[in-house]
């Protein structure tokens, strides 16, 4: 599976960005996003699982994000709203097949794409 994650760019504080990921070379389970900042481990921001269309976000990405799968495009988009500085990292979108008490961890997925950078400035 090959992802490839775009969208990032440079905005201020309280704009809106879509980031998206097209996957190509199969169908995961679950496609999700996780972010890096400088200095920083991966966290987990949003996921989404092809069985049942549940969604998954973080506490900071709870009520601003939006996490939406295209089935028919196989793609995967994040809906960034009220963008905050905090949120300032390279974002990637990942594919695999976690189970539902792994989806959050960067290690249950076997796929990644290029980073896309997001820069919110205050």
């Known amino acids: 599976v090959q992802l490839q994650a775009s969208g990032g760019g440079l905005v201020q504080a309280g704009d809106s960005l879509r980031l998206s990921c097209a996957a190509s070379g199969g169908r995961s389970r679950a496609m999700g996003w996780f972010r890096q900042a400088p200095g920083k481990e991966r966290e987990f921001v949003a996921a989404h699982r092809w069985d049942g269309g549940y969604t998954y976000y973080s506490d900071s990405a709870k009520g601003r994000f939006t996490i939406s799968r295209d089935n028919t495009k196989n793609t995967l988009s994040l809906q960034m709203d009220s963008l905050k500085p905090e949120d300032t990292a390279d974002y990637y979108c990942?594919?695999?097949?976690?189970?539902?008490?792994?989806?959050?961890?960067?290690?249950?997925?076997?796929?990644w794409g290029q980073g896309t950078l997001v820069t919110v400035s205050s």
């Open positions: 990942a594919a695999g097949s976690p189970i539902v008490g792994m989806i959050r961890k960067p290690t249950a997925y076997a796929y």
